[in-house]
């Protein structure tokens, strides 16, 4: 069983610029949610997509969006960062059951974005 | 709007000793309550789950939860450290089918040799 895989490790952007992260779900996982951590922090909860759509959203602004891959894998997109989007961008998967909501969430290692 | 309170964003323990984590959470209903260990430079692990069946919860590595409703609490617990337990550990709730975690400040363990 291939577990949540995140790209890249490590990634440095200037203010203002864009930013592309990637997920690949555990296998037989059909949902995807995200995550910000900042340094010292818990995770916040930035949105998670099942089949292809947007299924709930936290308190980020429009310029945090994703996608939904029909295999499942998931991209987050951040358009002019700022300073404070540094952060650990967490991934995690689960298994949606329709009329019973969402499992256990599991995790990946992450992706360690620094905006200068 | 739910909230997860981890008191004490620092705890040490001898190697040995008794590990209590403390993880308050505020719902309107109860819960499903997680506890997940990050290692440096790592994602976050699942120790363990309740999701409304028995109070007691076992996880991995010898941890272990208890679910008291009357004090809204989700404390961790494991009877004897290891040095390998040294992690920050974070509690989390969601809601029902609700589909976000909502996660304490966490809890950074030292284990004293």
């Not at chain 1, 910000?36 to 969006?65: H, K, T």
């Not at chain 2, 919860?57 to 409703?69: L, M």
């Not at chain 2, 029902?96 to 040799?113: C, D, E, K």
Request: glycine fraction near 8%; proline fraction near 5%; hydrophobic fraction near 30%.
């Amino acid at each position: 069983e291939t577990g949540v895989t995140q790209s890249p490790t490590h990634l440095i952007k200037t203010r203002g610029q864009q930013v592309t992260l990637r997920c690949s779900s555990q296998s037989g996982h059909n949902t995807v949610s995200w995550y910000q951590q900042a340094l010292g922090q818990g995770p916040q909860f930035i949105f998670q997509y099942y089949r292809e759509e947007e299924n709930g959203r936290g308190n980020f602004p429009p310029r945090f969006s994703g996608l939904q891959f029909p295999n499942y894998s998931s991209e987050l997109n951040v358009n002019a960062l700022e300073l404070d989007d540094s952060a650990l961008y967490l991934c995690a998967s689960s298994l949606e059951l329709p009329g019973v909501g969402t499992d256990t969430q599991y995790f990946g290692p992450g992706t360690r974005l620094t905006v200068l | 709007a739910q909230s997860v309170t981890q008191l004490g964003s620092h705890v040490s323990v001898s190697e040995g000793a008794l590990v209590l984590l403390r993880c308050n959470y505020s719902s309107s209903v109860p819960p499903y309550l997680f506890w997940y260990v990050q290692y440096p430079n790592q994602g976050l692990q699942l120790l363990l789950k309740y999701t409304s069946a028995a109070t007691l919860v076992k996880g991995i590595n010898g941890f272990e939860a208890e679910f008291k409703k009357s004090e809204t609490s989700f404390h961790l617990t494991k009877p004897s450290a290891h040095m390998s337990d040294a992690a920050e550990y974070f509690c989390a709730a969601s809601s029902g089918s609700a589909r976000q975690l909502t996660f304490g400040s966490g809890t950074q363990l030292t284990v004293l040799p």
